[in-house]
């Protein structure tokens, strides 16, 4: 892993159901996130992602790309376009610095309106940890015994 080195996109679709679970999850209860009758009162033409929602994901895009033994050191980011349902929401990554075991990865998150979620995810990487982020002594796919695909109900995220 060097500068310069783009990690895979990930593509997830905008649903209100993650947006409205999102926000529930993240105990943030503003009417904005689940409500869009209120949304409307409050001059937004939908309810909006909350940016515990989109931490999240940015977090999930760095560890599904360095492997469940990295750890997220420092994300710095900034909000820009709402994620509305019925969008998609695209992250994109560039390793900008490589140095002794951490990456500083700059994030670009875009919908159909602009960028999202800019910024940069500093990420500690273990040793052992190969090119493309699988670490060693890791099993790629799902562990024995737990399902593939998500529980009925449940939005999947593409990747």
């Known amino acids: 892993m060097k500068a310069g080195d ?33 949304a409307r009162a409050k001059g937004s033409p939908e309810i909006f992602m909350n940016i515990l929602t989109t931490n999240g994901l940015v977090g999930r895009y760095i560890t599904d790309h360095f492997g469940p033994r990295c750890t997220l050191r420092k994300v710095a980011i900034r909000l820009g ?54 670490p060693e002594g890791i099993p790629e796919g799902v562990p024995e015994g737990i399902p593939e695909g998500s529980p009925e109900g449940i939005p999947e995220v593409t990747a």
């Open 81 to 134: 376009a709402p994620n509305y349902p019925g969008d998609t929401m695209v992250l994109r990554g560039t390793v900008t610095e490589v140095t002794d075991g951490t990456a500083v990865v700059r994030v670009v998150g875009t919908n159909g309106i602009g960028h999202h979620v800019t910024g940069t995810v500093t990420v500690g990487i273990p040793e052992g940890v190969p090119e493309g982020g699988v």
């Open 6 to 38: 783009e990690l895979p996109a990930l593509t997830i679709p905008l649903t209100r159901t993650l947006i409205v679970a999102g926000a529930l999850a993240s105990r943030d209860y503003q009417d904005v996130h689940h409500d869009a009758e209120a």
